[in-house]
T-cell receptor
Framework: DQQVKQNSPSLSVQEGRISILNCDYTNSMFDYFLWYKKYPAEGPTFLIS?????DKNEDGRFTVFLNKSAKHLSLHIVPSQPGDSAVYFC??????????FGKGTRLHILP | KAGVTQTPRYLIKTRGQQVTLSCSPI?????VSWYQQTPGQGLQFLFEYFSETQRNKGNFPGRFSGRQFSNSRSEMNVSTLELGDSALYLC????????????????FGPGTRLTVL
């Protein structure tokens, strides 16, 4: 049972445009959501997070939106830059219980 | 401040053997979590240690175990290796238990690539 799903294995976006990465979840008990970015041969690095009591969090070029009724979150990157090419993981956790990651979406920023 | 370090970076073992991986967290971080990353399953939580105690455990068999030392360094052990254990094993550190303190960020190491033949 995959509780956190990233249905798009890959995404290509033109440099300067908006990148939108999506994530769906099934467990309404998740209380915190995170996005990580991973380059080859490196560990994931934290990007941005959002508590389940909020619907939006913004940090520079990165904005995460949470739609609890749809059990959906998305990461918007505006404007997209070449260094944004990486694999993006969304993760969800239940306090003091577990953290579950999606399988990742590979983002390609095209020149 | 030095980041999370993992040793070794690459490892080749054969089925039935056992393996021990090491993780040194960022100085001052007392929580260490371990993850397994495979192409088919993505990133999966193994367990978290804080102050030498295992706090949470993911859905992995008992062949996967770990421990944490008083200096917060952690080791993960896999016994009776199977082909399916081939994966990238990542550890991450944070100041406080990651599943208890949502506002803390985890910092990941580069991982240990384990190949089981």
């Amino acid at each position: 049972d995959q509780q956190v799903k990233q249905n798009s294995p890959s995404l290509s976006v033109q440099e300067g445009r908006i990148s939108i990465l999506n994530c769906d979840y099934t467990n309404s008990m998740f209380d915190y959501f995170l996005w990580y970015k991973k380059y080859p041969a490196e560990g994931p690095t934290f990007l941005i997070s959002i508590s389940s009591i909020k619907d939006k969090n913004e940090d520079g070029r990165f904005t995460v939106f949470l739609n609890k009724s749809a059990k959906h979150l998305s990461l918007h990157i505006v404007p997209s830059q070449p260094g944004d090419s990486a694999v993006y993981f969304c993760a969800a956790h239940i306090r003091d219980d577990k953290i579950i990651f999606g399988k990742g979406t590979r983002l390609h920023i095209l020149p | 401040k030095a980041g999370v370090t993992q040793t070794p970076r690459y490892l080749i073992k054969t089925r039935g053997q056992q393996v021990t991986l090491s993780c040194s967290p960022i100085s001052g971080h007392r929580s260490v979590s371990w993850y397994q990353q495979t192409p088919g399953q993505g990133l999966q939580f193994l367990f978290e240690y804080f102050s030498e105690t295992q706090r949470n455990k993911g859905n992995f068999p008992g062949r996967f175990s770990g421990r944490q030392f008083s200096n917060s360094r952690s080791e993960m052990n896999v016994s009776t290796l199977e082909l399916g254990d081939s994966a990238l094993y990542l550890c991450a550190s944070s100041p406080r238990p990651v599943l208890a303190e949502s506002t803390d960020t985890q910092y990941f190491g580069p991982g240990t690539r384990l190949t089981v033949l």
